[in-house]
């Protein structure tokens, strides 16, 4: 009895699957476009728990940048690879749209290995090189090479019908569409991988791509300012921000007879929730180990907030990978208490939680370390180590820095 | 849902004076084939559209004239009753041309032969694996124009 319900149903319901396919032969280009915003979502929200944008691999910064093409930049094809199946002989329209894409990610795969070998660099994980990669697209968007992109991209191309000239003309066509892309948009997905494909670069380039492509008329001005938005917001993030709150901030505030440089930060908030290893980048001019006379370094662990008590940590610096923090305390640099840590969590009224900041001297350490490599160190690996068992205690941690004070000439 | 069943192999040139191509036309497997119905010969259209695809060229052309299975060595004026339709070519120079606004590959026009294609299969001549497409210049002294593909669609 139950069955035959089932089958009736069925017949109508394959039937709208059939004929949904064959108007819409590119349904499994969106699949593909969906599935890659879905690696980029788990791969932001794991950059949002670990609060910081972790350099990967050569392989799997490349893997990261083809997800981002498929997710930002196949909304924006779906008009071409439609036109290669319906332009195609009914029995190679699948095969014509996979050589269209084929052909599509080329240029993409030549732009991802160039970012993926930049991603190398250490410099190349701040948001102030997101936030200029944003301006110099409001820059190329002023240009009548991106015009002539946007117009390429959208084209068509004439296709042989069967044989392998089909072939190379599906090829050469999604080449050709891959190119004008590149050529439009280049600044700003060079910019989301600066900005560690987050989520807010990759979501508010997308909007700006949809406002200039998808309206009836062009937006230049829209996309501009747009773009000067995220420009700033990313300035502001990696650059801006620290400057003004060594400024305002009394702890961190100068002496009048102190000059003070920031030489390295973390790119933004993190977790301790155990044994935690962080990387601070440091800024050119690398501090070298004498440093200029009177010179004191400073590492400060800033806006610290939980819910919960939290164990005191350890905090070591550059102690060897994969090996127990404890067993060198040579390199330990001090210890952060967090007394007061919960009622400083607490809100005050509209203001938001101050949270607690702490600072250690690490003047003698620093120059014992740089003095042992040779040179200036050119990054430093920061470690927390918890005093006693956390027991499921989560202590946020909005920025670590590292500061460098000498007299003032 | 068309379904492609023939396309020129090739971009072509149309020189100015009259034109003639064939088109090598394929037996349709997807929507529009009929299970019922077997052979191209013995295959009654729904509707059928002829695209002229990607025709460009530098200098502004009067309209052309599209007929199909013209007798070898007649004019093809001669044959009202094989006219497919015109392409009027309105704004070829400026679709012609890549610029800020647009990628230059041309205008493209389409032609319904619904009724025309199967008034072809009762002529003598008849092969349903050829479909010839003459391109006429409506006037005298047109300029040379450049087509990316002519494509047949079942639908």
Same mark, same amino acid.
């Given at each position: 009895?139950?069955?035959?319900?089932?089958?009736?149903?069925?017949?109508?319901?394959?039937?709208?699957?059939?004929?949904?396919? $064959?108007?819409? #032969?590119?349904?499994?280009?969106?699949?593909?476009?969906?599935? @890659?915003?879905?690696?980029?979502?788990?791969?932001?929200?794991?950059?949002?728990?670990?609060?910081?944008?972790?350099?990967?691999?050569?392989?799997?910064?490349?893997?990261?940048?083809?997800?981002?093409?498929?997710?930002?930049?196949?909304?924006?094809?779906?008009?071409?690879?439609?036109?290669?199946?319906?332009?195609?002989?009914?029995?190679?329209?699948?095969?014509?749209?996979?050589?269209?894409?084929?052909?599509?990610? @080329?240029?993409?795969?030549?732009?991802?290995?160039?970012?993926?070998?930049?991603?190398?660099?250490?410099?190349?994980?701040?948001?102030?090189?997101?936030?200029?990669?944003?301006?110099?697209? *409001?820059?190329?968007?002023?240009?009548?090479?991106?015009?002539?992109?946007?117009?390429?991209?959208?084209?068509?191309?004439?296709?042989?019908? *069967?044989?392998?000239? @089909?072939?190379?003309?599906?090829?050469?066509?999604? *080449?050709?569409? &891959?190119?004008?892309?590149?050529?439009?948009?280049?600044? $700003?997905?060079?910019?989301?991988?600066?900005?560690?494909?987050?989520?807010?670069?990759? @979501?508010?380039?997308?909007?700006?791509?949809?406002?200039?492509?998808?309206?009836?008329?062009?937006?230049?001005?829209?996309?501009?300012?747009?773009?000067?938005?995220?420009?700033?917001?990313?300035?502001? +993030? &990696?650059?801006?921000? #620290?400057?003004?709150?060594?400024?305002?901030?009394?702890?961190?505030?100068?002496?009048?007879?102190?000059?003070?440089?920031?030489? +390295?930060?973390?790119?933004?908030?993190?977790?301790?929730?155990?044994?935690?290893?962080?990387?601070?980048?440091?800024?050119?001019?690398?501090?070298?180990?004498?440093?200029?006379?009177?010179?004191?370094?400073?590492?400060?662990?800033?806006?610290?907030?939980?819910?919960?008590?939290?164990?005191?940590?350890?905090?070591?610096?550059?102690? #060897?990978? &994969?090996?127990?923090?404890?067993?060198?305390?040579?390199?330990?640099?001090?210890?952060?208490?967090?007394?007061?840590?919960?009622?400083?969590?607490?809100?005050?009224? +509209?203001?938001?939680?101050?949270?607690?900041?702490?600072?250690?001297?690490?003047?003698?350490?620093?120059?014992?370390?740089?003095?042992?490599?040779?040179?200036?160190?050119?990054?430093?690996?920061?470690?927390?180590?918890?005093?006693?068992?956390?027991? &499921?205690?989560?202590?946020?941690?909005?920025?670590?820095?590292?500061?460098?004070?000498?007299?003032?000439? | 849902?068309?379904?492609?069943?023939?396309?020129?192999?090739?971009?072509?040139?149309?020189?100015?004076?009259?034109?003639?191509?064939?088109?090598?036309?394929?037996?349709?497997?997807?929507?529009?084939?009929?299970?019922?119905?077997?052979?191209?010969?013995?295959?009654?259209?729904?509707?059928?559209?002829?695209?002229?695809?990607?025709?460009?060229?530098?200098?502004?052309?009067?309209?052309?004239?599209?007929?199909?299975?013209?007798?070898?060595?007649?004019?093809?004026?001669?044959?009202?009753?094989?006219?497919?339709?015109?392409?009027?070519?309105?704004? !070829?120079?400026?679709?012609?041309?890549?610029?800020?606004?647009?990628?230059?590959?041309? !205008?493209?026009?389409?032609?319904?032969?619904?009724?025309?294609?199967?008034?072809?299969?009762?002529?003598?001549?008849?092969?349903?694996?050829?479909?010839?497409?003459?391109?006429?210049?409506?006037?005298?002294?047109?300029?040379?124009?450049?087509?990316?593909?002519?494509?047949?669609?079942?639908?």
């Amino acid at each position: 009895m139950s069955s035959a319900v089932p089958s009736a149903a069925r017949k109508p319901v394959l039937a709208s699957l059939r004929l949904f396919s $064959w108007r819409h #032969p590119e349904w499994w280009s969106v699949a593909l476009c969906t599935l @890659a915003w879905g690696m980029l979502l788990v791969h932001g929200v794991q950059q949002l728990q670990h609060g910081s944008h972790p350099a990967g691999t050569f392989a799997e910064e490349l893997r990261r940048w083809l997800w981002m093409v498929a997710a930002m930049m196949l909304p924006f094809t779906l008009h071409s690879v439609r036109a290669t199946a319906v332009g195609s002989l009914w029995a190679r329209r699948q095969r014509a749209m996979a050589e269209f894409l084929v052909g599509y990610f @080329a240029p993409w795969l030549v732009v991802g290995l160039a970012v993926a070998a930049l991603h190398a660099l250490a410099w190349a994980h701040t948001s102030i090189e997101a936030g200029l990669c944003f301006a110099l697209a *409001a820059l190329w968007q002023q240009t009548s090479l991106y015009a002539r992109g946007l117009a390429e991209c959208h084209r068509n191309w004439p296709l042989a019908p *069967a044989g392998w000239k @089909a072939d190379r003309d599906c090829l050469r066509f999604g *080449a050709a569409i &891959g190119v004008a892309c590149v050529q439009t948009s280049w600044p $700003w997905m060079l910019a989301c991988a600066l900005a560690g494909h987050g989520l807010v670069a990759m @979501a508010g380039s997308m909007a700006l791509a949809f406002v200039e492509r998808r309206s009836f008329w062009p937006r230049p001005r829209r996309v501009l300012a747009g773009t000067l938005a995220l420009a700033c917001g990313y300035l502001w +993030a &990696g650059g801006l921000a #620290p400057v003004l709150f060594v400024a305002c901030s009394p702890t961190l505030q100068a002496n009048p007879g102190e000059v003070t440089e920031l030489a +390295a930060e973390t790119a933004g908030a993190f977790s301790l929730a155990g044994i935690t290893h962080i990387e601070l980048t440091l800024r050119v001019p690398t501090p070298s180990a004498a440093g200029p006379a009177g010179q004191r370094v400073f590492l400060n662990i800033e806006r610290m907030t939980s819910g919960t008590l939290s164990p005191p940590y350890d905090v070591y610096l550059d102690v #060897p990978i &994969g090996e127990d923090p404890a067993r060198h305390p040579e390199l330990r640099a001090g210890l952060v208490s967090m007394y007061g840590l919960v009622p400083a969590s607490r809100a005050a009224g +509209a203001d938001a939680a101050p949270g607690l900041s702490e600072k250690l001297e690490i003047t003698e350490l620093y120059a014992r370390l740089a003095a042992a490599r040779g040179n200036g160190p050119a990054s430093l690996r920061v470690s927390f180590v918890p005093a006693r068992p956390v027991d &499921g205690a989560t202590v946020r941690v909005g920025r670590v820095s590292l500061y460098l004070t000498r007299p003032a000439p | 849902v068309p379904e492609l069943v023939g396309a020129s192999a090739a971009p072509f040139t149309i020189s100015g004076g009259s034109t003639e191509i064939n088109l090598e036309v394929r037996a349709p497997t997807g929507p529009a084939a009929q299970g019922d119905v077997e052979g191209l010969a013995n295959w009654l259209p729904r509707r059928v559209f002829l695209n002229i695809e990607n025709i460009t060229s530098n200098e502004r052309s009067a309209p052309y004239e599209v007929y199909l299975n013209v007798p070898p060595g007649e004019r093809p004026e001669e044959h009202p009753e094989l006219h497919a339709g015109s392409l009027a070519l309105f704004g !070829l120079v400026a679709a012609s041309r890549a610029d800020d606004r647009d990628s230059g590959h041309g !205008l493209y026009e389409q032609l319904e032969i619904t009724t025309l294609y199967p008034a072809l299969a009762v002529m003598s001549d008849w092969d349903p694996e050829q479909l010839r497409i003459s391109f006429v210049p409506s006037r005298p002294g047109s300029p040379m124009l450049q087509v990316g593909r002519v494509t047949l669609y079942f639908a």
